[in-house]
């Protein structure tokens, strides 16, 4: 073997070795580049990656286009049919008792109701049988006045509707004290402090035209004067009154606090129908429950029959009623009274005379004249 690897020729392997190292071996010709052949299209889908929160997407729009949207479609649709008029929805809004009830008391002019008397000075008057409701006078009759005190009727029979126990007591404040006196209002004169009973509250309010007791009623009974004059609104409103609106529980004047004849003659007749309350309008004086503040009560007495007393027609009896005044709304009176022969009973209202006297012996000459 060794023989025939010497007659091997290396000749020509040592020249190229030796051209390669000494850098003068000639490159090889290069291939000539084959021309690019194009690329047929596949006829095959690609497979596109989708990561797992885009399928999310996808899984809810399709879920959103196939189940919601349908369902949604559905319910509009339901609620377009469904949907109230704005005059519906404006009347479906309204309290059930929003509209004022059949009144319990109407009064009506007849063939024998005459002019009121030039003598009698009021702006706005009304006298009318109670039981048949005939109107025997009148003179502006549903005119909206300022009724001062004669509020106060109204303050109480709205009492007696929330009124459980009588008996029952109420702190009176030195809010309220201080305001009545800022106000310059009458008082029953009940002291901050003073624990008094709901039914001294009601006399006070109705014989001296004590604004304490007034106000205490109503934060007693409704929390505020506020919530109390709604409720007053609300009672109005029961009795089929239209002419009436109330902001406060004493009758100091303001702008949208007002009545009318034809209206206050209608709540004190529903007034006189609650015994308490009739009562109370029908006392000349009475005397509070001892409290620590007066041991021997509030000696009260009645702002109607302190100018009546002594002076009444001979042929028919004041029964009770409520004074009031303030300059706004001039003397006002609401009484109630008989035929001292037939017994007939009668209301008379008599709004902004223009004094004390012309007030009393006009409401008295009333009596006098058609109390027959």
């Known amino acids: 073997m060794a023989d025939s690897h010497r007659q091997k020729d290396y000749g020509d392997y040592f020249e190229k070795l030796e051209q390669r190292l000494s850098g003068r071996e000639q490159p090889a010709p290069a291939r000539p580049k084959a021309a690019p052949v194009p690329a047929k299209k596949s006829k095959r889908f690609r497979v596109i990656r989708i990561r797992p929160i885009a ?21 509009k649709g339901e609620t377009k049919a469904t949907a109230p008029s704005p005059a519906q929805a404006q009347t479906s809004s309204l309290p059930k008792e929003s509209n004022p009830a059949a009144p319990s008391v109407t009064f009506s002019e007849t063939d024998q109701t005459v002019p009121a008397p030039a003598s009698n000075d009021a702006e706005s008057l009304l006298m009318a049988e109670i039981d048949s409701g005939h109107i025997v006078t009148a003179r502006n009759p549903h005119k909206r006045m300022s009724p001062a005190s004669t509020t106060k009727i109204m303050t109480v029979l709205t009492a007696s509707d929330l009124i459980t126990d009588y ?26 402090g003073e624990r008094v009973t709901v039914l001294d509250l009601m006399y006070g309010t109705i014989l001296p035209s004590g604004g304490d007791a007034a106000l205490g009623l109503a934060i007693k009974l409704a929390g505020s004067e506020a919530a109390f004059a709604e409720k007053m609104n609300q009672k109005a409103a ?90 706004e709304s001039g003397y006002c009176i609401a009484s109630y009274g008989a035929n001292n022969a037939t017994g007939k009973e009668y209301v008379a209202v008599t709004l902004k005379n223009s004094g004390r006297w012309p007030a009393f012996y006009g409401q008295i000459d009333l009596y006098k004249d058609f109390a027959k």
């Open 55 to 75: 399928l999310f997407g996808l899984l809810f729009l399709v879920l959103l286009s196939v189940v919601l949207i349908p369902l949604l479609s559905a319910l």
């Open 167 to 192: 008996d029952d007591v109420f702190e009176m404040t030195i809010e309220i004290t201080d305001a009545m006196y800022l106000a310059e209002a009458t008082v029953a004169g009940f002291s901050a």
């Open 238 to 327: 029961a009795l089929g009154l239209t002419g009436s609106h109330f902001v406060n529980v004493t009758g100091l004047y303001h702008a949208d606090h007002y009545t009318t004849a034809y209206d206050l003659a209608v709540i004190l007749c529903e007034a006189l129908k609650d015994p308490v309350v009739k009562k109370v309008l029908s006392t000349y004086r009475y005397t509070t429950k001892a409290t620590a503040q007066h041991p021997d009560g509030i000696e009260l007495s009645a702002t109607l029959f302190d100018y009546m007393y002594g002076t009444e027609p001979e042929t028919a009896t004041i029964l009770g009623g409520k004074t009031g005044f303030v300059n």
